[in-house]
RNA sequence: GGGUGCUUAGCUCAGCUGGUAGAGCGUCGCCCUUACAAGGCGAAUGUCGCAGGUUCGAGCCCUGCAGCACCCACCA
């Protein structure tokens, strides 16, 4: 084995051969057990958060695959209409180009192209990660077998009168040019006015006046409402006033939704311009008037000389004539919310057009009631409130978009208008009856992305064919997913799932916490903060981070400050951590926290630890043989003790898989990797391996037992860690006894019965507290470890002289003693340093070991050191910043006397300590 | 306005059904002791946001307050 474990070059190979040898189809016949992966946008990057994501779902599927199930974790990749679709138009606008330039069928190819060059990005970055996904298996959302399930459930779903055709208000996107869901549209608090207009009775005297955010919108008032019981306007019902600048006249209405301590206690009414108008206006029966083209340009049912004013212009001028009109009455700045696309970030507007609309209510009720009665189960479990909150206000779900990529509705209108949807145009003309030279035209859009991710879990699986795959998988185990998509999509396939198939997609929902930068700020291009999971395994210099994070900027004029950001916080870019190191920060972070905050020295730490457990490694195949000698074995109280830490650990870690808790599980492992493996087992090991004195059957045990605790050790943790884990299982497992030709078809270390052995653990216990005991004194009195002493002990009782009898040359070598002496019953304690084990006292005689004198005046110098610094202390104006910050630690009040004493327990030492 | 979280060591975070506060990174000594300096040995560090309450005992349970974050929502 080489010295130092480098990841890069094990990784790429032991992946190959894992792939080579198909070792990711599920086999066996066990239970199965399936994950289904969120599919990333086909076109897309992997980031942190879908890092994190494939380690924790990996992690999973390898747990369950090593411990015997049928295990499938389904990938794939989506389309991701909107986003997809902008890239390529921006794509095209660099050239001078729009997509009406090439047409519908030119963009869509062209999209299919981008997909075709950029869409083995993901696939290559997951097989980096080490993702045991099924790639045969691999799905696309736009694949016939996707579009044909999308295809059949929009239909199933119309015929059962689920989905509906509607004009109603809609989101708008003015700048796409398509309708929104209301998932999709991000509130945003702006700082606006607020506008008191005066309309003018349409009979002669008098006013009201009504408050506004949207001037413009004034041109499509077809009411003004005030509260029912507003003594103020109660005479005023049934008058009607003239809207100024156009000269309609309209109605003076009473509705209970007017909020008397808003404004004037008027609103004006254009109900297809505001949600809540439009629902006014219904239940008033009053007109629509839209006064707004498609991209918000004031349109034809306004006075001509507002035509084709953008909205801003168009309030400009409208606030301006009414000003001069003597109708504005005050302005107020007001902050209020302003819908905005999550995709565009244009100011959407409610536009009254036709679109396709699922009648949610009916799926929402079976839906809410599988996670009510346990069918379903969030883990952590109070994501289950998020989610009825939601579902309990849910509305109809606007599906159809105004797009060019995406599934095309399944729907033809007649040259009358009628609608036909069906599975083909052929189908409907069957099923309708229409001749072949009737005209049939199919509905220009497309569905909103997540119609086909709410179909993922089952249409993954073959459906709506009866695969076996479905049959086996479906319900799949365990959904893993952030919380910021509970409504987009697992709502969505919960409602879909229980609808077509009768079923639940998934039994669990695993809700992960978002990962952040290390100051807990989210991570996005235009904060410069991002970082490519892959430049963490296999490293980048500077100049590389800084140009990957400065173009492509949505906002140029922020890469200055990025650039600056970059080269402060990674001067000498990221050094190469491996994947490993990478994933045991993942799981060591997946605690139930829904922000995670990711700090690169936590990657360090633990890419040291995979050099541990490396190093340990080539110990243990430097101490043992291949073949192993036949001799009879007799344990030593080492061998059995770390085989009973083994069992304790590995409990632990089996229940953090079971629980999801990934950090516990990290943890548990971590530690006993090592803090007991390495740190005290391989050292007990040393003095029965490398002493001759020794007995061959101790030093045969002591090496089955290093060889069985490593084995073990790595199964444990392959889930996590799986290529290093690999990679020196290739070399240990043989000689451990294990014929299997990859560690990821190896059964998962389980907890053996006869494992756990409380006394020997006790003993141990002891021993290491003794050694412990011996090595602080050690260190406080500055005693190198080449320099050996001998102890005397006192109080010991028969235990403990038994005890160390049992354990004295690990005593002697861990705690470099050459000797401990009883006192003689009525011996005097001698001038020493001691510690403590229980009631045994350990002691270490000064005489001879250290000149006391040397001593104490070696102590008086350090007491005049830090009374000075105390002194300095005190007049801080002088001090650096790191002395102070020396200072406040180890100077406050409360730590000032732990500073002076040592922690050691003095004897015997003269009073006088200053000599 | 409604909802959900968070506040523990310098930083990032664990702490399960209440029982003497933990990890990683960082800090301070001493060591290149043949598995590992990406290391070893040792050390320091917390009025567990604030104020009450329940309890033999509270970081954990209850009440109130403060600060922070996120989600949802049609007050023009």
Request: hydrophobic share 40%.
């Given at each position: 084995?080489?010295?130092?474990?480098?990841?890069?070059?094990?990784?790429?190979?032991?992946?190959?051969?894992?792939?080579?040898?198909?070792?990711?189809?599920?086999?066996?016949?066990?239970?199965?057990?399936?994950?289904?992966?969120?599919?990333?946008?086909?076109?897309?990057?992997?980031?942190?958060?879908?890092?994190?994501?494939?380690?924790?779902?990996?992690?999973?599927?390898?747990?369950?695959?090593?411990?015997?199930?049928?295990?499938?974790?389904?990938?794939?990749?989506?389309?991701?209409?909107?986003?997809?679709?902008?890239?390529?138009?921006?794509?095209?606008?660099?050239?001078?180009?729009?997509?009406?330039?090439?047409?519908?069928?030119?963009?869509?190819?062209?999209?299919?192209?981008?997909?075709?060059?950029?869409?083995?990005?993901?696939?290559?970055?997951?097989?980096?990660?080490?993702?045991?996904?099924?790639?045969?298996?691999?799905?696309?959302?736009?694949?016939?077998?996707?579009?044909?399930?999308?295809?059949?459930?929009?239909?199933?779903?119309?015929?059962?009168?689920?989905?509906?055709?509607?004009?109603?208000?809609?989101?708008?996107?003015?700048?796409?040019?398509?309708?929104?869901?209301?998932?999709?549209?991000?509130?945003?608090?702006?700082?606006?006015?607020l506008w008191h207009i005066r309309y003018p009775f349409a009979d002669g005297d008098g006013h009201v006046t009504v408050a506004t955010t949207r001037p413009e919108t004034l041109l499509g008032d077809v009411a003004v409402a005030f509260h029912p019981d507003d003594e103020r306007y109660r005479g005023f019902a049934g008058r009607r006033l003239t809207l100024p600048l156009t000269g309609r006249e309209i109605p003076l209405i009473a509705d209970d939704f007017v909020d008397r301590a808003f404004g004037s206690g008027c609103v004006k009414l254009t109900p297809a311009h505001d949600f809540n108008d439009y629902e006014v206006g219904e239940r008033h029966g009053l007109p629509l008037i839209n006064v707004?083209?498609?991209?918000?340009?004031?349109?034809?049912?306004?006075?001509?000389?507002?035509?084709?004013?953008?909205?801003?212009?168009?309030?400009?001028?409208?606030?301006?004539?009414?000003?001069?009109?003597?109708?504005?009455?005050?302005?107020?700045?007001?902050?209020?919310?302003?819908?905005?696309?999550?995709?565009?970030?244009?100011?959407?507007?409610?536009?009254?057009?036709?679109?396709?609309?699922?009648?949610?209510?009916?799926?929402?009720?079976?839906?809410?009631?599988?996670?009510?009665?346990?069918?379903?189960?969030?883990?952590?479990?109070?994501?289950?409130?998020?989610?009825?909150?939601?579902?309990?206000?849910?509305?109809?779900?606007?599906?159809?978009?105004?797009?060019?990529?995406?599934?095309?509705?399944?729907?033809?209108?007649?040259?009358?208008?009628?609608?036909?949807?069906?599975?083909?145009?052929?189908?409907?003309?069957?099923?309708?009856?229409?001749?072949?030279?009737?005209?049939?035209?199919?509905?220009?859009?497309?569905?909103?992305?997540?119609?086909?991710?709410?179909?993922?879990?089952?249409?993954t699986l073959g459906w709506p064919d009866r695969t076996p795959e479905l049959a086996a998988f479906y319900p799949t185990s365990v959904l893993v997913t952030g919380f910021d998509i509970i409504f987009f999509w697992v709502a969505r396939m919960i409602m879909m799932g229980l609808h077509f198939t009768g079923e639940v997609p998934f039994r669990e929902v695993y809700v992960h916490g978002l990962i952040r930068d290390h100051e807990g700020?989210?991570?996005?291009?235009?904060?410069?903060?991002?970082?490519?999971?892959?430049?963490?395994?296999?490293?980048?210099?500077?100049?590389?981070?800084?140009?990957?994070?400065?173009?492509?900027?949505?906002?140029?004029?922020?890469?200055?400050?990025?650039?600056?950001?970059?080269?402060?916080?990674?001067?000498?870019?990221?050094?190469?951590?491996?994947?490993?190191?990478?994933?045991?920060?993942?799981?060591?972070?997946?605690?139930?926290?829904?922000?995670?905050?990711?700090?690169?020295?936590?990657?360090?730490?633990?890419?040291?630890?995979?050099?541990?457990?490396?190093?340990?490694?080539?110990?243990?195949?430097?101490?043992?043989?291949?073949?192993?000698?036949?001799?009879?074995?007799?344990?030593?109280?080492?061998?059995?003790?770390?085989?009973?830490?083994?069992?304790?650990?590995?409990?632990?870690?089996?229940?953090?898989?079971?629980?999801?808790?990934?950090?516990?599980?990290?943890?548990?492992?971590?530690?006993?990797?090592?803090?007991?493996?390495?740190?005290?087992?391989?050292?007990?090991?040393?003095?029965?391996?490398?002493?001759?004195?020794?007995?061959?059957?101790?030093?045969?045990?002591?090496?089955?037992?290093?060889?069985?605790?490593?084995?073990?050790?790595?199964?444990?943790?392959?889930?996590?860690?799986?290529?290093?884990?690999?990679?020196?299982?290739?070399?240990?497992?043989?000689?451990?006894?294990?014929?299997?030709?990859?560690?990821?078809?190896?059964?998962?270390?389980?907890?053996?019965?006869?494992?756990?052995?409380?006394?020997?653990?006790?003993?141990?216990?002891?021993?290491?507290?003794?050694?412990?005991?011996?090595?602080?004194?050690?260190?406080?009195?500055?005693?190198?470890?080449?320099?050996?002493?001998?102890?005397?002990?006192?109080?010991?009782?028969?235990?403990?002289?038994?005890?160390?009898?049992?354990?004295?040359?690990?005593?002697?070598?861990?705690?470099?003693?050459?000797?401990?002496?009883?006192?003689?019953?009525?011996?005097?304690?001698?001038?020493?340093?001691?510690?403590?084990?229980?009631?045994?006292?350990?002691?270490?005689?000064?005489?001879?070991?250290?000149?006391?004198?040397?001593?104490?005046?070696?102590?008086?110098?350090?007491?005049?050191?830090?009374?000075?610094?105390?002194?300095?202390?005190?007049?801080?104006?002088?001090?650096?910043?790191?002395?102070?910050?020396?200072?406040?630690?180890?100077?406050?009040?409360?730590?000032?006397?732990?500073?002076?004493?040592?922690?050691?327990?003095?004897?015997?030492?003269?009073?006088?300590?200053?000599?």
């Amino acid at each position: 084995m080489d010295k130092t474990y480098s990841p890069g070059e094990i990784e790429e190979r032991v992946y190959r051969q894992w792939e080579a040898n198909g070792l990711f189809a599920p086999a066996g016949s066990g239970p199965p057990y399936c994950i289904v992966i969120p599919p990333p946008n086909v076109t897309g990057t992997l980031h942190m958060g879908h890092a994190f994501q494939d380690t924790i779902m990996d992690a999973l599927t390898r747990f369950h695959r090593m411990a015997g199930d049928r295990a499938l974790w389904q990938p794939g990749t989506d389309h991701a209409g909107i986003a997809t679709q902008m890239v390529v138009e921006r794509q095209l606008n660099g050239e001078g180009r729009t997509r009406h330039d090439l047409g519908r069928d030119a963009f869509t190819a062209r999209i299919w192209q981008w997909k075709e060059q950029s869409g083995g990005t993901i696939a290559r970055q997951m097989r980096r990660l080490g993702a045991s996904v099924d790639w045969s298996r691999d799905r696309f959302t736009m694949d016939p077998g996707m579009s044909r399930a999308v295809q059949e459930a929009f239909v199933r779903l119309h015929e059962q009168g689920l989905i509906y055709r509607g004009k109603r208000l809609v989101n708008w996107d003015p700048v796409l040019k398509t309708a929104l869901s209301d998932l999709e549209v991000q509130s945003e608090e702006t700082d606006g006015s607020l506008w008191h207009i005066r309309y003018p009775f349409a009979d002669g005297d008098g006013h009201v006046t009504v408050a506004t955010t949207r001037p413009e919108t004034l041109l499509g008032d077809v009411a003004v409402a005030f509260h029912p019981d507003d003594e103020r306007y109660r005479g005023f019902a049934g008058r009607r006033l003239t809207l100024p600048l156009t000269g309609r006249e309209i109605p003076l209405i009473a509705d209970d939704f007017v909020d008397r301590a808003f404004g004037s206690g008027c609103v004006k009414l254009t109900p297809a311009h505001d949600f809540n108008d439009y629902e006014v206006g219904e239940r008033h029966g009053l007109p629509l008037i839209n006064v707004l083209t498609a991209d918000a340009t004031i349109g034809d049912a306004a006075p001509a000389r507002y035509h084709g004013l953008d909205r801003v212009t168009a309030r400009r001028q409208i606030v301006t004539e009414l000003d001069a009109a003597g109708l504005l009455e005050k302005v107020e700045p007001h902050r209020h919310t302003v819908p905005k696309g999550d995709r565009s970030g244009a100011v959407l507007e409610p536009w009254l057009t036709d679109q396709w609309y699922v009648r949610i209510a009916p799926l929402a009720e079976p839906a809410t009631r599988a996670v009510e009665d346990g069918h379903i189960r969030f883990v952590p479990s109070n994501w289950d409130k998020t989610y009825f909150e939601w579902m309990r206000n849910i509305k109809d779900w606007c599906i159809s978009r105004q797009l060019w990529w995406g599934h095309r509705i399944p729907a033809w209108y007649g040259p009358d208008g009628t609608v036909y949807v069906a599975r083909s145009e052929a189908e409907a003309r069957e099923r309708h009856g229409i001749a072949p030279g009737v005209p049939l035209v199919q509905d220009e859009d497309v569905l909103d992305t997540w119609f086909s991710s709410a179909l993922w879990p089952f249409s993954t699986l073959g459906w709506p064919d009866r695969t076996p795959e479905l049959a086996a998988f479906y319900p799949t185990s365990v959904l893993v997913t952030g919380f910021d998509i509970i409504f987009f999509w697992v709502a969505r396939m919960i409602m879909m799932g229980l609808h077509f198939t009768g079923e639940v997609p998934f039994r669990e929902v695993y809700v992960h916490g978002l990962i952040r930068d290390h100051e807990g700020q989210k991570m996005s291009k235009s904060k410069g903060n991002v970082i490519d999971p892959l430049d963490i395994v296999d490293g980048i210099g500077l100049e590389e981070l800084v140009a990957k994070r400065v173009t492509g900027l949505m906002q140029p004029k922020l890469a200055p400050a990025i650039e600056r950001g970059t080269r402060k916080q990674y001067p000498a870019g990221i050094a190469a951590h491996g994947t490993d190191a990478l994933r045991f920060t993942f799981a060591s972070l997946a605690t139930q926290s829904r922000d995670l905050s990711f700090d690169l020295g936590r990657v360090e730490g633990y890419r040291n630890f995979c050099n541990k457990l490396w190093n340990a490694a080539r110990f243990v195949l430097m101490m043992t043989e291949d073949p192993a000698d036949p001799g009879p074995e007799s344990p030593t109280p080492y061998d059995r003790w770390i085989r009973s830490r083994l069992a304790a650990t590995i409990a632990t870690v089996r229940e953090g898989f079971a629980q999801y808790r990934f950090d516990q599980a990290a943890q548990a492992a971590y530690e006993f990797t090592w803090y007991e493996f390495c740190d005290w087992y391989l050292e007990f090991s040393k003095p029965v391996l490398q002493t001759p004195d020794a007995r061959p059957e101790e030093k045969r045990a002591t090496r089955r037992a290093l060889l069985e605790t490593l084995e073990a050790l790595l199964r444990l943790l392959h889930p996590l860690m799986p290529f290093i884990t690999e990679e020196i299982w290739q070399m240990v497992g043989a000689r451990a006894g294990k014929s299997g030709a990859s560690i990821m078809r190896e059964p998962y270390p389980a907890v053996s019965a006869d494992a756990a052995a409380p006394a020997v653990e006790a003993e141990v216990r002891w021993v290491m507290d003794f050694i412990l005991g011996v090595r602080r004194i050690r260190g406080e009195l500055d005693i190198p470890p080449s320099v050996p002493f001998a102890l005397r002990l006192q109080n010991a009782s028969a235990l403990d002289l038994e005890r160390l009898a049992r354990n004295e040359a690990a005593i002697r070598r861990m705690a470099g003693v050459s000797g401990a002496m009883p006192l003689a019953a009525g011996e005097a304690a001698p001038q020493a340093a001691a510690a403590h084990v229980g009631d045994l006292g350990i002691l270490v005689p000064m005489a001879g070991l250290i000149d006391v004198d040397a001593e104490l005046a070696r102590l008086d110098k350090r007491r005049v050191k830090l009374e000075q610094e105390l002194a300095r202390a005190r007049t801080p104006s002088s001090a650096t910043r790191a002395s102070c910050r020396m200072r406040r630690r180890r100077w406050s009040p409360r730590n000032r006397s732990a500073c002076l004493s040592s922690s050691v327990n003095w004897r015997n030492l003269p009073n006088n300590r200053s000599g």
